[in-house]
Structures are given as structure tokens and as C-alpha cells.
């Protein structure tokens, strides 16, 4: 199994992002995905959660500025990240589960400038 995160950067606050987390080695279809972040000095937090057949939930500091989508031909989960905040920093981890073991990707750095 393989998550290959992308798309973090250095913005304004105000601007969006979008992530992009590719999948490999997973039946990705039939296969939930979700991203977290860690804030520095955090312990890694829930952001948002896609079913396979596509229905989402979300954090209550994601909902409304940020959209977990995915593309299935492309075994691709996105986040979509609008209205960004200073306290939006941090390092967004896309994760999946498989047969019950967590697996996660590297990671992608988002830095929100005030």
C-alpha cells in the first residue's frame, strides 16, 4: 500500500489549496480515505472522511471550507481547502484502512501566512 500526498505549499490567509493524495496497491473503490494534520507542538487530528460510495463527514473546523472528493478512475482522493487560516498550518497526512491496519501517506506541508 502506497499514499502519495501533494499539492501543500505557503499561502495567504484567504487563499485555497488543494491536496491531492494518490493511491496504489489498494482496491481503492471499495476503500474509505481520509486526511488528518498535525499542527506543530499537535498531536495529529481528523480533518475529513470519504466513503466509497463517495458520502463525507468532516470536522467541524473543515466544515464548509473544505471539500473530500475523490476520482476513482485516477485512485485519487482531494482535498479542497478554501477560506485558509493562519491556524490551518500544518502537515496534512491522507490515510486509508486495509483489512484493519492504518496506513498513511508521507505527508504535505501547508503553511498559511497571516
Known amino acids: 500500500v502506497q499514499l502519495q500526498a501533494s499539492g501543500g505549499g505557503l499561502v495567504q490567509a484567504g487563499e485555497s489549496l488543494r491536496l491531492t493524495c494518490v493511491a496504489s496497491g489498494i482496491n481503492f473503490g471499495a476503500s474509505v480515505m481520509e486526511w488528518y494534520r498535525r499542527a506543530p507542538g499537535e498531536v495529529r487530528e481528523w480533518v475529513a472522511t470519504?466513503?466509497?460510495?463517495?458520502?463525507?463527514m468532516y470536522t467541524d473546523f473543515a466544515e464548509g471550507r473544505f471539500t473530500i472528493s475523490r476520482d476513482n478512475a485516477k485512485n485519487t482522493v482531494y482535498l479542497e481547502m478554501n477560506s485558509l487560516k493562519p491556524k490551518d498550518t500544518a502537515v496534512y497526512y491522507c490515510?486509508?484502512?486495509?483489512?484493519?491496519?492504518?496506513?498513511w501517506g508521507q505527508g504535505t506541508q501547508v503553511t498559511v501566512s497571516s
Open positions: 470519504i466513503g466509497k460510495g463517495g458520502g463525507t
Open positions: 490515510k486509508t484502512i486495509q483489512s484493519g491496519e492504518g496506513y
